[in-house]
Nanobody
Framework: QVQLVESGGGLVQAGGSLRLSCAAS????????MAWFRQAPGKEREFVAA????????LHTDSVKGRFTISGENARNTVYLQMNSLKPDDTAVYYC????????????????????WGQGTQVTVSS
């Protein structure tokens, strides 16, 4: 049984920083990608950032470029999201996802290409 465990969410003032972590366990992965998605109240889930297991490809959605950075530790099947210069619009539940399908197809921004999901961690940015 694959499990993704997220941590690092919380309440922060605008302009502050948070670092999210997500660790995958339950099986070995050779070809995969990991990603962060978020969902704000009343809005659809949206892609935030993705990284391949080898680290050779990273993607960030335009609204977080220059502020958020995704990174990973392949040996530990762990991914991080460093979030700086946070804005109230970043308030959402952040979900970690792992996709074997996503890596194979290359469609790293599509949530339906990811095979496993974490339970989500709340990030709240106050103005």
């Amino acid at each position: 049984q694959v499990q993704l465990v997220e941590s690092g969410g919380g309440l922060v003032q605008a302009g502050g920083s948070l670092r999210l972590s997500c660790a995958a366990s339950g099986r070995a992965f050779s070809v995969y990608a990991m990603a962060w998605f978020r969902q704000a109240p009343g809005k659809e889930r949206e892609f935030v950032a993705a990284i391949t297991g080898s680290g050779d490809i990273t993607l960030h959605t335009d609204s977080v470029k220059g502020r958020f950075t995704i990174s990973g530790e392949n040996a530990r099947n762990t991914v991080y999201l460093q979030m700086n210069s946070l804005k109230p619009d970043d308030t959402a539940v952040y979900y970690c996802a792992l996709g074997i399908t996503a890596r194979i197809t290359g469609r790293l921004t599509r949530g339906d290409e990811y095979d496993y999901w974490g339970q989500g961690t709340q990030v709240t940015v106050s103005s």
